[in-house]
């Protein structure tokens, strides 16, 4: 018995010693290569870096790497570093790095975040950097609004690389099936809200099977009534005027058609953000929605043979027409960025204030629009425009002379948030496009005198 | 140096590095936010004190501060007694000696390590108005589904049913209280021929109170923090219609969003009140119905 006894604990104290061995191999396994790894000889050694850090990842990602080694081929003297910085919270980042003296060289931020950083003193002026050439030629040849969204009180602090506009997506197939014709454009809003009406479907409890119309934000859709939320020439809001309400009125009554209950459900089960087959218009749920530019790539790569239109937004009787709203990628170099000569060079490299065609090549890539004409009109530009002819109506607002910048505030992403919050009330019906737009109106100017109060420099 | 210093000096030494990071990282941080919540600060430029501004404007002309605050306030009224209550009668259940109990005590302990951002964004799917789970049982029945996470009348009752889903973390611990209670007192109230819900209401749970009050205290406090799934839910706006714009969720905004720290710090430091009164509170009524067996 004994003997036996002693014979297990034998085995299992040789157990214990094998499995200690089997886990020490796997850990020298895993870890060798990690500690033998020497950092992978860059075919650019002995350039200087420079970081950028940017928000494309999944398959944009890629289109960045392109275009990051077109300009590493380009180069001799500098070898750009691209990393990826997740949206959410990438201002955060960026603030946080800059703050702490350890900021990349350049980032591209979404324009709506331009103006509180510059206002905070985080970004360099880009007109230090450029040559008097380069500053003449950024004076007059880019897109007005297109260059005025990444000023802020005069200056430039950013610089488009692939600006973006919205239009109504249009599915010709669901228009022929309601006997409409997709190549007869509404001429009136109000025209283009019977259109949806006619394209609804509906099971026979009256819930939404398919969504006829999705109507454009009232950031957008605000500028076919009138000047927009924002007098650029007096430098001040205009948030609750007669053609602010004329326009909220309009998306309100277009959703009570619907049904207030109806469209939100339907419309928050839809997988709106999607950038794949997923989308709810490629995916046939909605006939006529208001998206950006870069669904056309995504309908060319996704559903190729699917039939579709491109309108601007149709403005009420006397109103504007080909209303647009700048929005997209602006490269910033912050303040205390190592190497800003570097970042700049790559900033013209892609944006196109050196070589326009060359540009034109990696706005198509993307699927974006550009900072000036002459990249627009260059010969790369129209060709891709060519092959794929939807892209015209966002080039045609873009050159229209109804398309806005954001307003150039310091508090913007305060009077975003509260213009989107009465958007919202009246949407639900909770309110009246009125009462939604005063409302607003009150709570910014209250912000306003806090912010003042507290010496907040906002003047412009 | 006696040996009496020379005992303390090792002491210290050896409990050194966490000195250093309590008065790095937690004392000298929350000092400096109660300097700066007097302070205009983007934390860019130098902090500027404007004295009670931030609190004035706070208490006087922010309708969203006490939207948010009554947001919080309704959450932490509702889900802290119902995830209580869920979570005693989960540890009731599963105090009981039934074959499997240890899977079933895994199955409802596995809800509360999902990460947050997971959970949230699951529940996402299962409550999609249209193709989600959930909608499409009660379709069986007849009955239209509400829209869950974009109605305001839902969203709160919507994040509650997942607090509660959740509340195995909690039940752990009153499973573990559960053990304690001496078996004698259980066999002198069946000689006495206690009932079982007697039993439930003279031995159980005066027994379990401290660990109630504990996870009481942490609950409330937790709530108050509440911050993950709304931000998740509502991609960091608040909606609809700020029904899901937490406390914690309009100081962040406050703080990075619209770069304004003071603002964030004199919040944090409102929040910081609200918590310690109501423990205090809590703390207070304790005498009442927590007992320590003495």
């Not at chain 1, 420079?50 to 500098?78: L, P």
């Not at chain 1, 398919?210 to 430098?235: E, I």
């Not at chain 1, 170099?333 to 326009?356: C, D, R």
Request: proline fraction near 6%.
């Amino acid at each position: 018995m004994a003997v036996d006894n002693w014979g297990a604990q034998n085995a299992k104290i040789w157990l214990g010693k094998v499995k200690t061995l089997l886990v020490v191999v796997l850990l020298a396994g895993f870890a060798y290569p990690i500690l033998t790894a020497k950092m992978k000889a860059t075919p650019y050694e002995g350039r200087q870096k420079i970081k950028f850090w940017h928000r494309w990842g999944g398959e944009w990602e890629k289109v960045v790497f392109d275009i990051a080694k077109e300009f590493n081929e380009s180069q001799t003297e500098y070898e750009v570093v691209p990393m990826f910085v997740t949206g959410t919270g990438s201002e955060t980042k960026f603030i946080l790095s800059a703050t702490g003296g350890d900021p990349c060289d350049v980032m591209s931020i979404w324009n709506g975040g331009l103006a509180p950083l510059a206002a905070a003193d985080l970004l360099t002026p880009l007109e230090s950097l450029m040559t008097p050439e380069e500053l003449k030629y950024f004076q007059t040849v880019p897109y007005p609004s297109v260059r005025e969204s990444g000023q802020f009180k005069g200056k430039t602090y950013g610089i488009t690389i692939g600006a973006d506009l919205f239009g109504y997506y249009v599915n010709a197939d669901h228009l022929r099936e309601a006997g409409l014709d997709p190549d007869q454009p509404p001429k009136t809003f109000s025209e283009l809200v019977a259109m949806g009406k006619k394209l609804e479907k509906r099971d026979p409890k009256g819930n939404l099977l398919r969504m006829g119309l999705n109507v454009a934000s009232l950031q957008t859709h605000c500028y076919a009534y009138g000047p927009g939320f924002w007098d650029d020439k007096k430098k001040e809001l205009r948030l609750n005027t007669p053609d602010m309400v004329e326009a909220l009125t309009a998306m309100v009554e277009q959703r009570k058609s619907v049904g207030f209950q109806n469209a939100q459900r339907f419309w928050a089960s839809q997988n709106t953000g999607s950038s794949t087959g997923a989308w709810p218009f490629i995916d046939g749920a909605v006939s006529i929605t208001y998206d950006g530019q870069w669904r056309v790539e995504e309908i060319r790569k996704y559903k190729p043979n699917m039939d579709y239109r491109v309108w601007p937004i149709p403005p009420p009787e006397g109103g504007r027409p080909l209303p647009g709203s700048i929005g997209g990628n602006y490269m910033i170099i912050p303040v205390a960025a190592k190497n800003k000569k570097g970042a700049f060079e790559w900033l013209k490299f892609w944006s196109g204030l050196t070589q326009p065609n060359r540009a034109a090549k990696f706005e198509n890539w993307g699927g974006w629009l550009p900072l000036s004409p002459d990249v627009a009109h260059s010969p790369t530009y129209e060709g891709y425009v060519k092959q794929n002819p939807r892209f015209q109506t966002f080039i045609d607002i873009l050159d229209g002379p109804n398309c806005h910048a954001y307003p150039p505030v310091g508090y913007l992403a305060y009077l975003l948030d509260e213009l989107q919050r009465a958007e919202d009330t009246a949407l639900r019906g909770s309110k009246t496009p009125k009462q939604a737009l005063d409302e607003l109106d009150a709570n910014i100017k209250k912000e306003l005198k806090k912010r003042k109060e507290m010496g907040f420099d906002d003047s412009l | 140096m006696s040996p009496k210093a020379r005992e303390n000096l090792t002491g210290y030494l050896f409990i050194s590095p966490w000195l250093i990071g309590f008065f790095v990282f937690t004392l000298w941080p929350f000092l400096r936010s109660f300097y700066l919540s007097f302070c205009n600060y983007n934390i860019v430029q130098p902090p500027k004190f404007i004295g009670l501004a931030n609190y004035q404007m706070m208490l006087f002309n922010d309708d969203l501060f006490y939207k948010s605050l009554w947001v919080t306030l309704r959450y932490a009224i509702l889900a802290v007694p119902l995830t209580l209550v869920v979570g005693v009668a989960l540890a009731l259940l599963l105090n009981l000696n039934v074959k499997g109990i240890a899977v079933f005590r895994t199955i409802f302990y596995l809800p509360s390590i999902v990460p947050t951002v997971a959970m949230t964004s699951i529940f996402m799917w299962i409550l999609n108005p249209q193709v989600g789970m959930v909608n499409r049982i009660l379709t069986i029945f007849g009955i239209t589904g509400p829209a869950w996470l974009s109605d305001p009348v839902w969203t709160p009752w919507t994040l509650i049913f997942m607090a509660v889903w959740a509340a195995g973390g909690s039940m752990v611990i009153y499973l573990a209280g559960l053990k304690d209670i001496p078996q004698y007192l259980y066999e002198a109230a069946t000689l006495d021929g206690a009932s079982a819900w007697r039993k439930m209401r003279v031995i159980t749970l005066p027994m379990l109170s401290p660990v109630i009050f504990f996870n009481l205290v942490m609950s409330v406090i937790g709530t108050f923090q509440y911050f993950t799934q709304a931000f998740v839910i509502s991609n960091g706006s608040g909606g609809p219609e700020d029904s899901t714009l937490f406390y914690a969720l309009y100081m962040f905004k406050r703080c990075w969003k619209y770069m304004d720290m003071g603002y964030g710090s004199a919040m944090a430091w409102v929040l910081f009140l609200i918590v310690m009164v109501s423990t205090g509170l809590i703390f207070q009524t304790q005498k009442r119905w927590v007992h320590y067996g003495r």
